[in-house]
């Protein structure tokens, strides 16, 4: 009993300390314009309590900027940052990003968030820095031993783009909380459908790119009693489906008046999007746009092991945030997992991981009931979403791998230790 207590102590300690590092820095992230924008639609608070009408879908508004954003991007970061905002009494911005404009002409409009809106809005995503280290050692601790729970942790901990990429007030902070609590719920046994289908929800509504959870709760919901007949099964995953569709409904208030119709229109918004994107941004860098499988794939290497945390996705304002970055970066924590050498030795760490995770569950690797394989699955379903539909190369679109990476990584190195000690003791 006293020594669970202490190893739970330790626990939080060292929680404690990674988290302390990573708030101490929230300050030094270069602004990201994109925070601009979540901070902008952060009004959307003031609208849900004074004008809720206003937040539904109105074919007619079509040039209203704050629909358009509500119909391209999920909801759940500006929530967050507009109920902090409501809490401490820091106003949205009046005006959002245009980067058809310069560094000083976003200034002058008001575009640029003040340092203290800026840290308050930062603070209203990245809370959940703590809890996603704690589910990342609870993740590993679930799915192979307390050896890897704590590798998981520190190498979460420590990465990169987890540093850079949940530090600003964007959407990847809570995605990448919500994959991981999601994923440890995935794995970790029998739970209730709604404390499944609540955080893949909050997921989905972080980032529409964490589809592939979706599908993965489905096949628990329906694997999870398959010993039952078929019919028996399906309630579950009714369940599950109706609750994800109602959070994802309630959290979307541009459904609320039009359903069919806010769809339509948010497809079309975002095929537009992507297909300006993707001419654009091909046009003066095409290596961002990769088109063939094997070219996708290369970049997602780069991206997640090679190239250095990007402050930016494109390079508008570069010399603007030049100097936060020198700042940031002379900082040698902020950069300890990425690079020529760095990137490959983790890069090989992830493969070797990958293989003896399969090769270890093989006897049972199509049993969907056991965690190892939903693990897997749902890896391989998100890396595929994330090759075939995400044609932009940008480094923060692939966050949503980072929870499996950093638990094959940790699990490499503990095999590594295990097989190590057994060479030992057949040696002796």
Known sequence: MIQNLKKKAFLFVVIFLFSLLYFIGIREVPFHPDESTQIFMSRDVDFFFSQPSYLSYNPNNSEDLRQRYRLLDPPV?????????????????????????????????????????????????????????????????????????????????????????????????LLAFFSCLSLYLLVSGKKPVWLLAVPIALAFN???????????????????????????????????????????????????????????????????LL?????AIGGFNPSQTPQTVPERLLALIAQIYIAPPAV????????????????????????????????????????????????????????????????????????????GGIPLAFQRYYLPLMPYITFFIGYAISQGIDLGKNTIKRSI
């Open 275 to 279: 297909a300006a994107q993707t001419t």
């Open 206 to 272: 972080a980032k529409y790119s964490t589809a592939p959870l979706v599908l993965a709760g489905w096949i628990n919901c329906l694997m999870s009693s398959s010993n039952s007949p078929f019919h028996h099964r399906l309630k579950p995953v009714l369940l599950y489906s109706i609750i994800f569709i109602l959070t994802t409904f309630l959290l979307n208030p541009v459904l609320w008046s039009s359903p069919l119709d806010a769809l339509k229109a948010a497809a079309k918004e975002r095929q537009n």
């Open 77 to 173: 970061s500006r929530w967050f940052i507009g109920m902090f905002g409501l809490i401490f009494k820091v106003p949205p911005l009046p005006a959002d990003w245009d980067w058809g404009k310069s560094w000083e002409e976003n200034v002058q409009s008001g575009a640029l968030p003040p340092p203290s809106t800026l840290l308050i809005s930062r603070l209203a995503v990245s809370f959940v820095f703590p809890l996603l280290l704690y589910f990342a050692y609870k993740t590993g601790e679930v799915l192979a031993d307390k050896k890897t729970a704590w590798l998981n942790l520190v190498f979460t901990a420590l990465n990169a783009l987890i540093l850079l990429h949940t530090r600003r007030a964007m959407a990847e902070s």
């Open 312 to 387: 930016a996705d494109v390079g508008n304002y570069l010399s603007a945030t030049e100097l936060p970055a020198q700042i940031y970066f002379s900082r040698p924590w902020n950069n300890l997992t990425n690079g020529f050498f760095k990137g490959g030795f983790f890069l090989s760490l992830t493969i070797i991981g990958l293989f003896w995770m399969i090769r270890r569950h093989w006897s049972s690797i199509w049993k969907f009931s056991n965690p190892a394989t939903l693990f897997l699955l749902t890896f391989i379903v998100q890396f595929a979403g994330i090759i």
